[in-house]
């Protein structure tokens, strides 16, 4: 099977995949500090944006989703069935960012509250990127219904 990825499509993806999951820490963040009055990332004393914790937090969620593109785009070009591996891979990590917060010996709003907030960030990297998946993978044979005027490969 003659495997092909639009990669330009993919990493355009990969890079709005990047800032929703950005946005989603934020928005975490926010919703805990906030309205919950739970610390997630950072001292009390910090507020509801909080320090550098919550830029870094944010940034290192954009990164993720960043590795999460480079191993779909892999699983792509190498492996048959990519996006349903690529969907157990992603529930699998998003699930040790859950496991790993409740693990630890703070206060349990904080534990949950940072679980959750890894629950979002993960799902939405996991979605977003499935969805990028199902329109950058080509193959050599076009079937009618899944091709559009002008396209050579089928999806």
Same mark, same amino acid.
């Given at each position: 099977m003659n495997r092909q990825v639009k990669a330009g499509t993919l990493w355009a993806g990969g890079a709005a995949s990047a800032c929703v999951a950005a946005l989603v820490a934020v928005v975490g963040i926010l919703v805990a500090r906030s309205l919950v009055g739970v610390a997630v990332l950072a001292p009390e004393g910090e507020g509801a944006?909080?320090?550098?914790d919550t830029v870094t937090y944010a940034l290192g969620s954009a990164a993720v989703a960043v590795l999460a593109? /480079? #191993?779909l785009h892999v699983l792509l070009l190498t492996t048959p069935r990519a996006r349903l591996f690529f969907g157990w891979i992603g529930a699998l990590v998003t699930a040790i960012g859950i496991v790993v917060p409740l693990s630890l010996s703070v206060d349990l709003g904080a534990r949950l509250a940072t679980a959750l907030i890894n629950l979002a960030i993960g799902f939405s990297i996991v979605v977003t990127l499935l969805g990028v998946a199902r329109v950058v /993978? #080509?193959?050599?044979e076009?079937?009618?219904h899944d091709?559009?005027?002008g396209q050579p490969y089928s999806l």
């Amino acid at each position: 099977m003659n495997r092909q990825v639009k990669a330009g499509t993919l990493w355009a993806g990969g890079a709005a995949s990047a800032c929703v999951a950005a946005l989603v820490a934020v928005v975490g963040i926010l919703v805990a500090r906030s309205l919950v009055g739970v610390a997630v990332l950072a001292p009390e004393g910090e507020g509801a944006w909080g320090g550098a914790d919550t830029v870094t937090y944010a940034l290192g969620s954009a990164a993720v989703a960043v590795l999460a593109t /480079a #191993l779909l785009h892999v699983l792509l070009l190498t492996t048959p069935r990519a996006r349903l591996f690529f969907g157990w891979i992603g529930a699998l990590v998003t699930a040790i960012g859950i496991v790993v917060p409740l693990s630890l010996s703070v206060d349990l709003g904080a534990r949950l509250a940072t679980a959750l907030i890894n629950l979002a960030i993960g799902f939405s990297i996991v979605v977003t990127l499935l969805g990028v998946a199902r329109v950058v /993978a #080509l193959s050599g044979e076009a079937r009618p219904h899944d091709t559009w005027p002008g396209q050579p490969y089928s999806l």
